[in-house]
């Protein structure tokens, strides 16, 4: 074992990488070396032994406490590892399989095991439901009473190293706008679980030589500072900050190839990768970080809220920015070492004391308290509010609603099954978890085969449901498993739910919501956008979602610059009215878009009526997977009864009238008479048709799950008996159940015989990390965003409706106004019913 870990590690070594953490086989192989150990590698066995290990409830360390319990109880002998040290082992576990083994020897014989057991969990708080076993055993046994006084104490963070009262840190400034595809490449998906060298490609194509730079730096001394004008934009990716702090944090203790702490800056940072680098212990400030260059050695007073040149810097002591620590618990928040240890040790310390009947405890600063207003409740804060047992919650209060449903897909799956071993997780406590495998099935490398393999049976056994590879995209099929008026989240930035609302976060956030049954929030404000009037002739849905940044900027709302960017809509939830009989395809077209517009998540006002009519629908779906071997079957049949229930008494949230919102965004849709495209390469970068028309399109992509099955009806009848395209075009349902019933209808045939490029279900090129278009190439897509080289390297592009993508596609070319509209009133509108059908499962044969 010896023999093959150091030639691994020689090979990992040379790639300016740490070795992989043991697995279990190397794990159970080290443990028989410790209890013979050659000569000579006594210290490098102890090294393995106390931090390449995995902690939690990962296989490997299962073998790990398992052997530290045996040998802390004398079943077993080590030269190396006395029974004290074994404990003292079994400290650094931080929860899981280590726990029942400290509980047990706080019983022990020996005093001083007993003692040592004691310590150990007095500093270990992922201890679930065994809480109840110390609490039990503390009537007798004085070590438990001793670990029940520590956690009442909150000695666990007390023991912590506070915030620092002054950080002296060098910048490292990428300016401009940095997206999460910046940080943590969709080309490089399938390192994401392996931290440090996924790390490796960070920046590359945004500052190709930024981490030679970076490496530079850190030579100079002083501790890194990543500083941006906007940062974290874009997907919900826990390895864009991993990345981030694998380059600028710490060493965690005992956890392999993961870093913690780290301080980013910057004017604007998007509120999903606020709060995963909250979760990951570092310090994310906003502040005019117009001042700051690479280079700069700075000083920053995280309490006096100022930021000054450091000593020995040209004008030492200047104040270059000024700030305030957002949200008030952050200090406790990098004391703890993240937002989610914080949350789970303050819970034991409050729920120890309330059951010794102590007082609150005053060592943590406490989150907001509800804000007082005479005023109604939004839509948004009603359902956040039922979430919390409340009527509803106030902007900038904090609270915990609870997660009634949860998605994770495959690219950050791995990360949130690490995630989840750490927290020591071998049940969710949230009702429905899913799992999908949209974004590797259609061209999965080695890695991913693996993942599609072991994934399930992870989640499964666990509570939680797992999709099969081919099924299609996350979002197409958690969609169909909401309650209306009720809150998830999803490791997925297009968490954007149509029924209920979402907050999308990070995969660590993501782990601890299926964990726990809840998740942090505090309370955005809301912006209310209403539309009035009705679609006009050749305008889509599509069209409707790229008007809200087309009007937002009229009214001086939102810009384009990122140079003192204005965005109303940043860290915001969008309540939608105004269109309450869209089918739930549809509003999901609107509600997914939030995500291009920064918004923490979004509401959509609909009618019973139509509610009524998915949920019936969603019924036979989830039947139908229980009849054909999806597990877990009880999360299935727990689900239905939940849909049953509410269309037994059918009632929904309604906004007060007299609620009040940050800003409102009226749009009347008799005004729009065009399509509204996003030009390249900027979601906000929105233009009416006629401002663009007759620019060159090389590819069209049709697919992602901005689309349903009505998108393809309509984009194959306008390409129907128009010959071979003029442009390559892919087409990619977003689920199987689409593709059968296109297949069925005859409209794969129509996209053949045009020469597309037919695609399994799922992400495609939408993600990036499968195909991707020609370099340099103009494309036309109807996918989510258009980040720089998102689709394909250097590919500039443009973002619209199918209807107008299949048109780009046969003429090679954007059509003008009067071409597009000419050809959509020929084909489209009058086919509009047959086309725009919807796939309602109750009423299909296959599916009753």
């Known amino acids: 074992m010896l023999i093959a870990y150091r030639a691994a590690a020689s090979a990992r070594e040379a790639l300016g990488v740490p070795a992989l953490p043991l697995d279990a086989a190397q794990t159970q192989a080290l443990t028989e070396l410790l209890q013979q150990p050659p000569e000579g590698e006594g210290t490098f066995l102890l090294q393995l032994l106390s931090e390449r290990i995995p902690p939690g409830v990962d296989e490997a360390a299962y073998v790990k406490a398992s052997w530290l319990a045996a040998v802390a109880k004398e079943e077993l002998a080590s030269p190396l590892v006395s029974g004290e040290r074994a404990v003292q082992l079994l400290a650094t576990m931080i929860g899981g399989y280590n726990v029942a083994a400290l509980i047990e020897l706080l019983s022990n014989q020996k005093q001083t ?22 609490m039990e055993l503390a009537i007798s046994n004085r070590y438990a009473k001793q670990v029940v006084d520590s956690w009442a104490a909150a000695e666990w963070f007390n023991k912590k190293v506070p915030l620092a009262k002054e950080i002296t840190v060098r910048v490292f400034k990428v300016a401009g706008e940095t997206n999460t595809d910046d940080l943590s490449p969709a080309t490089h998906a399938t390192t994401r679980p392996d931290i440090p060298l996924h790390a490796q490609a960070m920046l590359e194509t945004r500052m190709p030589g930024g981490l030679e730079e970076l490496t530079k730096l850190k030579a100079m001394g002083y501790p890194i500072c990543y500083v941006g004008d906007v940062v974290g934009t874009g997907s919900s990716r826990k390895s864009a900050i991993n990345s981030v702090l694998w380059h600028i944090g710490n060493n965690i203790p005992h956890v392999p190839n993961k870093r913690s702490g780290g301080v980013i800056l910057a004017n604007k940072i998007a509120p999903i990768f606020f709060n995963t680098a909250e979760d990951s212990g570092a310090l994310p400030i906003e502040c005019d970080v117009s001042q700051l260059n690479t280079g700069d050695l700075i000083t920053i007073r995280p309490y006096e809220g100022t930021i000054e040149r450091a000593i020995g810097e040209e004008k030492c002591g200047e104040i270059v920015a000024r700030f305030t620590l957002k949200p008030t618990t952050l200090c406790d928040e990098v004391q703890a070492g993240g937002r989610i240890p914080l949350l789970i040790g303050r819970a034991l310390t409050d729920k120890v004391r309330m059951q010794l009947a102590m007082p609150i405890s005053d060592v943590f600063i406490r989150p907001n308290s509800t804000i007082e207003s005479i005023k109604g409740f939004t839509l948004a804060q009603k359902m956040v509010g039922k979430a919390c047992g409340l009527v509803g919650v106030r902007p900038g209060s904090s609270c915990e609603p609870l997660m009634s449903t949860v998605g994770s897909q495959d690219t950050t799956g791995p990360m949130t099954r690490d995630e989840l071993k750490e927290l020591a997780c071998l049940g969710f406590s949230a009702d429905f978890v899913l799992q999908s495998f949209c974004h590797t099935a259609a061209y999965p490398k080695p890695v991913d085969l693996k993942t599609h393999a072991e994934l399930p049976d992870f989640i499964e056994s666990r509570g939680g449901v797992a999709l099969r590879p081919g099924d299609g995209i996350i979002h197409s099929w958690l969609n169909r498993m909401l309650l209306p008026d009720s809150v998830g989240t999803g490791g997925d930035s ?6 209920g609302i979402s907050f999308p976060a990070g995969s660590g956030l993501v782990a601890f919501a299926a964990a726990i049954g809840a998740m942090p929030l505090d309370m955005p404000e809301s912006v209310l956008v209403k539309f009035s009037g009705s679609l006009q002739p050749g305008v889509t849905l599509r069209d409707v979602v790229n008007a809200i940044p087309y009007m937002a900027i009229k009214q001086g709302l939102l810009t384009v610059d990122k140079t003192n960017k204005i965005n109303v809509f940043s860290g915001r939830i969008m309540e939608i009215e105004g269109l309450p009989d869209l089918k739930l395809e549809q509003a999901f077209e609107l509600t997914d878009a939030t995500a291009e517009r920064s918004c923490a998540g979004s509401t959509i006002k609909l009618s019973i009526a139509t509610v009524s009519e998915y949920l019936r629908s969603n019924i036979a779906l989830l039947n139908n997977m229980i009849s054909n071997g999806y597990g877990d079957s009880r999360s299935l049949l727990r689900r239905i009864k939940a849909m049953e229930a509410w269309l037994a008494n059918p009632v929904l949230l309604e906004a007060d009238e007299d609620a009040e919102y940050a800003a409102v965004l009226e749009i009347n849709l008799d005004q729009i008479t065009e399509p509204i495209l996003a030009c390249p390469n ?9 401002e663009v028309a007759g620019d060159q399109i090389d590819e069209v992509f049709i697919g992602s799950c901005m689309t349903n099955i009505g998108h393809y009806r309509a984009a194959a009848t306008l390409l129907k008996d128009e010959g071979p395209n003029a442009a390559k075009l892919w087409v990619c349902p977003p689920t199987r159940m689409d593709e059968a019933m296109l297949k069925e209808e005859g409209y794969y045939a129509i996209f053949e015989a045009s020469g597309a490029r037919m695609e399994m279900p799922g992400c495609s090129l939408c993600m990036g990390n499968q195909a991707r278009v020609e370099n340099n190439t103009t494309v036309f897509s109807t996918s989510t965003r258009n980040f720089n080289n998102r689709l394909g390297d250097g590919a500039q592009v443009y973002l619209g409706s199918a209807e107008l993508a299949a048109v780009c596609a046969q003429l090679g070319r954007i059509p003008s106004k009067d071409v597009y509209l000419e050809m959509a009133a020929k ?16 009423q299909i044969k296959a599916y009753q």
């Open 827 to 842: 084909k489209i509108d009058p086919n509009q019913q047959e086309l725009y059908r919807y796939l309602n499962f109750d």
């Open 494 to 499: 297009h968490t954007r739910f149509p029924l």
């Open 682 to 690: 900027d979601p906000d970068n929105v233009k009416l048709l006629s």
């Open 113 to 134: 095991i007993a003692a040592a057991a004691a310590e150990a969990l007095s500093s270990t708080v992922l201890v679930y439901e065994a809480y109840h076993d110390v």
